[in-house]
């Protein structure tokens, strides 16, 4: 059975949540989880997604948003809630002032569970382009002042991406409470595209690709969608769906999908076919979706990815290209921990237009690696990251 990466409770209660409302939700997931893993499923994380901190709490001060940041961690600490985002940062609104932007590096610095994001560009609104440098910033702050950079892992921006995402650190909620999983099918992709290529004739053509992604997760995963819709019932919780991002996790990557298919390895020419044959399977499926449903390529997260990364096979502007065709823009890549607060903003401004141009959504979640320079090695020891070249 595909594991279940994450079960994401989207929060209909505005900040500031109470200890009630948390240790609510709190079993409500727990029960969720204990039925599919009755069924036999496993589960790796419970996750709570919120609306918009930043949004909901517009006329408090820093120093009250602050306090409000560590009473909600001791929450969900006593609730053993590990995962819980605070939505994307409205930057998008005129008035928003881009010098809140620093309270959120504030709240991941002094909260291990806390997560958030700055939604950077949408398809109605556009792009604010002079809030990217304010971003950037962000993100060399968590690079210096969280563990490893490790608060990077808990940031990202967003662009056109909605609400209802289980991933995180893209996930957020409005409306009514609800219910979205997250899976890690890479391998079970990787076998299928396999076991066809063994016997047909190679190169695997776009079609045939598609083809067998979609069957193999409307086989696999009919079944855990249909039981995740019962438990929401049962829950009185809007049944989002399930992300079919195919997310790899160390040495369950997803780079023997993308080679199984006959084009060489990741970065040959035919790539960009595969990636896009491939998301094209994923969004092609009867199941109930939600979230990206797009190709995940995250360097730090895919142990197989970081070392054609390493081999030079791959680069920033070539995950950008396959973006364009499939994924979820720039993921856990890593930086030289004294890149320029231009040149990320530059990055992010080039993540954020794809966005726009192509109505459809992407993020970037960039990793300046404090004390490295390119051509060095990372040296990270979090079990949710894999070790690879800055370049």
């Known amino acids: 059975m595909v594991p279940i990466r994450t079960i994401t409770l989207g929060v209909a209660e505005p900040h500031p949540l109470r200890a009630a409302t948390i240790g609510r939700v709190a079993r409500q997931l727990r029960a969720i989880a204990a039925r599919l893993q009755e069924a036999g499923y ?3 994380t419970l996750r709570l997604a919120t609306r918009p901190l930043l949004s909901d709490l517009a006329d408090w001060s820093a120093a009250d948003i ?5 009473e909600l961690q001791e929450m969900l600490t006593e609730a053993e809630i590990a995962f819980c985002s605070l939505g994307p ?5 005129a008035n928003f002032p881009l010098e809140r932007l620093a309270l959120l590096a504030d709240l991941l610095v002094a909260g291990p569970a806390l997560n958030a994001s700055v939604l950077l560009a949408s398809s109605e609104q556009g792009l604010r382009q002079e809030a990217a440098p304010y971003v950037a910033r962000l993100m060399l702050r968590l690079a210096q002042e969280t563990p490893e950079g490790d608060g990077n892992f808990r940031f990202a921006m967003l662009a056109c991406v909605e609400a209802g995402c289980p991933f995180f650190p893209a996930a957020y ?27 047909a004739q190679q190169p695997l053509s776009p079609e045939t690709i598609s083809s067998i992604v979609r069957r193999v997760l409307e086989e696999q995963l009919g079944a855990l969608s249909s039981l995740a819709s019962a438990l929401s019932d049962q829950h009185r919780l809007r049944y989002n769906g399930l992300d079919l991002s195919p997310a790899p996790l160390g ?5 023997p999908a993308l080679e199984a298919c006959g084009y060489g390895l990741v970065g040959d020419p035919g790539s960009l076919a595969v990636a896009a044959a491939i998301t094209r399977g994923l969004q092609s499926t009867t199941l109930p979706t939600c979230g990206y449903c797009g190709l995940m390529l995250p360097v ?3 142990a197989l990815l970081g070392r054609r990364w390493e081999e030079g096979r791959l680069h920033i502007h070539q995950l950008l290209l396959y973006s364009a065709v499939c994924g979820t823009g720039l993921d856990t890549v890593p930086l030289p921990g004294d890149s320029s607060e231009q040149s990320i903003a530059g990055l992010l401004l080039d993540v954020a237009a794809l ?3 192509l109505r459809k959504p992407l993020a970037a979640r960039l990793f300046p690696v404090p004390g490295k320079r390119a051509g060095e090695r990372t040296t990270f020891t979090s079990p949710y990251l894999t070790n690879t070249l800055i370049r």
């Open 173 to 199: 909620h409005w409306g009514p409470a609800s219910l979205g999983l997250g899976l890690q099918s890479a391998p079970l992709l990787s076998q299928a595209l396999r076991e066809e290529a063994a016997t």
């Open 251 to 255: 040495e369950e990557s997803i780079v």
């Open 355 to 357: 966005a726009t141009r």
């Open 89 to 93: 940062a409205p930057v998008l609104q």
């Open 66 to 70: 602050a306090r409000y940041g560590r």
């Open 42 to 44: 496993e589960v790796q």
């Open 300 to 302: 730090l997260e895919d």
